[in-house]
Structures are given as C-alpha cells and as structure tokens.
Nanobody
Framework: QVQLVESGGGSVQTGGSLRLSCEAS????????MAWFRQAPGKEREGVAVVSTITDYTRYNNDVAGRSTISRDNSGNSVTLEMNSLKPADSAMYYC?????????????????WGQGPQVTVSS
C-alpha cells in the first residue's frame, strides 16, 4: 500500500497562483507515476498533470498546459504542482495519485492510490 498526504490549496483570487504538495509513503518502490487530478461538483474527476518517478516525463491536460508545472524530488516520493493564472474554473478538489504502471497517463484508471484532496477555490 501507498499512502499519500497532500498539503496546500485554499482560497486564491483570479490570476493568482497555488502550490500543492504530495508526500508518498509505504510501498513507494512499486509506483512509477504520480499525478494530480481534480474534481469539481457535478463533474468527472480529470487528470491535471502527471510525472514519472523514474524519468523526466511529464504531461499536462490542455487546460493547464503552459501555466502549470509538476515536479518531483529525486526519490520520487514528493510531488509538487504549481499553477499560475488561476481562474474560477480551476476551483475543485485536487487529488494526488500514484500508479504502479510505467506508462504515465492522465487516465484515472491508471492510478491505484489516492490522497484525500485539498480544496482549491478561485474567486473572481
């Protein structure tokens, strides 16, 4: 099992920035992809960004690409998401996720372990 603990989030004004962090513990040697997902009320959970824990591979969804950065530490057990130019549509619960597959995607089915999710609210 892998445990994920997130920090960060909260309330931000439009145009502002946020930084979300995730710490993984437990059987982390079994996970090769870590990602951030988000889910707004009444909507599906969607992938925001993913990073490989063993290569430099990253991927972003079209909405956040160009204004977001996902990064990890050398151990691959700590992942950070930084987002800029925030807008109200970015408001959601943000979840850290870890997957055992080596092919990193933004599909939620590829991830077996999930954090509890900090809330992010962007006000206009």
């Amino acid at each position: 099992q892998v445990q994920l603990v997130e920090s960060g989030g909260g309330s931000v004004q439009t145009g502002g920035s946020l930084r979300l962090s995730c710490e993984a513990s437990g059987a982390t040697s079994t996970t090769f992809c870590m990602a951030w997902f988000r889910q707004a009320p009444g909507k599906e959970r969607e992938g925001v960004a993913v990073v490989s824990t063993i290569t430099d591979y990253t991927r972003y969804n079209n909405d956040v690409a160009g204004r977001s950065t996902i990064s990890r530490d050398n151990s691959g057990n700590s992942v950070t998401l930084e987002m800029n130019s925030l807008k109200p549509a970015d408001s959601a619960m943000y979840y850290c996720a870890a997957g055992v597959g080596r092919y990193c995607t933004l599909h939620k089915s590829a991830f077996q372990f999930w954090g509890q999710g900090p809330q992010v609210t962007v006000s206009s």
